[in-house]
């Protein structure tokens, strides 16, 4: 042992200035160095020296030779550091010996490889030269990011197949290796930085970009409605109060009625990305507390069909828009979550509410032409339109009219029906849109029933008083959008930091 | 009278079916006709015959003739009803019974004129064919528009000059004649009509818009973080305390601890354009307690210039592109609020807070260096540096360090100060940005001191121990840039539908 240190010791090489920790980055001088990205990094660029930020993904020594992958975003690539004749042995102990999700400075020659490089995203190996630590990563991470990128089994169908085999033994190894939803919420930003998550996320930015250029291109303005509310906007949902100044408030639910009153104010034509508040008890797998809502609001002409035609259109944007735009997103996503592209069959299916009552009854499902059908229902029509015209997304049209205290406008020819809509994806809304009743009589009459509200509304109903324009709008779910469009079982896969009643932190 | 009832009666003309009041709209059938607008009506459209939705805007009898003036946003148009052939006396009573804002769909020729039309954007006019009420406005309108978008007369001023003259009288004629501020947010959504306020909310679109697409383009994403905190994210601040479930939740006053969390999950740039939540018990011009702020962070490499350099660049960014795309919002917004274009001499002037203390100490103003300076010395340093330098823009740099339990990186060379800055518009901040501790241990040791809530913010403080990035990140208030810019005397005047401590409603 002795002898071997000693040799070690005698064979090592001044090789100081090329590794070592970096001092805290705090206004230090500039150097004008440029950093590649590891996507940058290919065959263009073998033979050139490059500098490199990334994290350690994973490393591993064999015999004298340190073996790193670097990481940055979705993109992987090997560096290699041999001992040689700048190179010595304490070197790349110090290498080996950094953990895994450090941050590094590296320079290093981009080789060629003749074999292919399995597990990375870049075909070529990086020869260090110099490497610096950033910032170290403490050594015990709540999992592996390679463990937190695996496939998501879907436990469902899992869970019945294993019922029925009765073989509970492989059911629990399936959940062992499985990491949690909640173990991945509480470390969520580890869990953000799985391929997949990195994919999500610049979709969903992708998705408010294109609902926002659509809306431009149509002479749409963005407007910032208030999300203290002095009034509650819908009695049906479970609202967040809070003490305002001498005032009681309410969180906003929907900026359906300040939208309104923009257009009341003149402005025809007006849309929002900003967040609404329910307090759900309720931890389902499809409502968050605190979600994303793409409001727009539009003056109408003459009908009805100006706003669903309108809306049906920037949905088809959207839809297209991600195919176009995040080809390699979706690559990536459908690998760790394992969904089925989306079919859309041209012309839209529009269906109203008695063609989708038929289609049920056919099946044996009877629904009441007076009420909404529940989720199963809505799972049950979606399977069923899928089967028949091989589509996932289509319209249903002219929804009962449950509530009479609504704002929505009746149907002329049948005022137990709205003139409103939804926009299905895979069985479940993605949008729902309406005409609004903008005669203040008319929308009084409606709004009395629900009693001392009525006095806190008079704000709205007044701003009809002062000649109104027949309007309509409708509201995407951006979450909700995000998580049918690649499946993703649950929710929270779409949200960064997700509220739900069991949940405020991170 | 007898008589001339009689007459009218007997030159009565069948003209029923050129006027009255439109039935609610309410998918009737789609008729495919086309409605201009009033900003499309001009020369080109002389001799067609047009149809038009808009307000009456003004209306007056002369003899047997109408005069309308019509309102499309700040769009006026003049239109005229003359008993003829096809019109009778009973449709020129009608027209000229209808209130002032109400909405009517309007048929009619339009036709040159040899004068000049006073008050009206629109030099045609139009001689009305039908027309039709859409949706009337009550008799009595809180304020008339007109009344509502005159000049503002600046208080201040005309109170000290009221108060060299004693000259009382005048300055309570002054005030009677302007609308109160409390007056045009109770009835908010007349108030928006007028040309100024219609021109400032587009404006304000447009701002949003030229900060993503600056953002876009340099590789940020966009992010959506929560408003719902489990802990509080700014400690010298007011915050809006609720109850979330079982836990204690906080309003978001600023999204800085998120979007640095979602640096830490490798998501490199974002941004975020949200509301930002602060209880703020004084009722003072400049600031709200709701508003949006539009968020940037991203990793630095080296130095902290990086992220200087690009938030100046933005700044100009949106500077010039209001400039370029709103001419016709700034000359509007001008004949309202009379404020003097920008001002901005290049190389944009940058001072550290030394060389700030140095200009305010040559006019007498002892201002200490341990202490960020009050509003009114920030008003005095940007009174100096616009007779000095010519430019109602400039950077403040190098801020004193005066929170040691903040989570900014201090200057290396000078621990007193901060790497962190302020962009000064009109002698006010619009935006302030910093360079952030990045070290876990550092940070841990920076919010020791703030007792119980360093445990809430374990999540925050641990995203930085597995590996993290030197960053930075700026913040613009959205409508403190708004009201500096326009000067609009008040920053309620950049809120469709302003939070302050006295004020949920509308």
Known sequence: MINQQLNEKQQDINDGDRYGDVSLIQQSQKTNRQWMKVSQINESTIGKTILLRARIHNSRMKGKIAFLVLRENWYTIQAVLTKGEQIGSQMIKYTGGINLESVVDIEAVVLQTNFKIKDCTQQVELHIQTIRVISRSITKLPFQIEEASRKIIDYYPNLQQQKQNEDQQQLIQIQD????QNQRLNNRVLDLR?????????????IALLFRQFLIEKGFI?????KLLGFNTKNNYCKFKLQYFNYQAFLSQSSCKYKQMCLMADFERVFEVSPAFRALHGNTHRELCEFICMDLEMVIKENYTELLDLTEELCLFILKGIEKKFDQEIQIIAKQFQFQPIKICYPIIKLTYFDAIKLLQEVGIVQSPQYYFCITNQKQLGKIVKEKYGTDFFI????????????IMPCKVDPNFNLSYKFFLRG????????????PEHLNNQLKGIGQDAQLLKDYINSF???SYPHGGCAFGLERFLYLYFDLKNIRNASLFPRDSSRLFP
């Open 177 to 180: 290796y499985q990491i949690s």
């Open 194 to 206: 799985t391929p997949a998550k990195q994919a999500i996320f610049r979709v969903k930015s992708g």
């Open 222 to 226: 963005e407007i910032h409605t208030p």
């Open 396 to 407: 249903l049209n002219r929804l009962p009219r449950e509530n009479q205290n609504s704002c």
């Open 428 to 439: 479940e809304e993605i949008a729902s849109g309406h005409q609004r009743i903008h005669d």
């Open 465 to 467: 008083r002062y000649g």
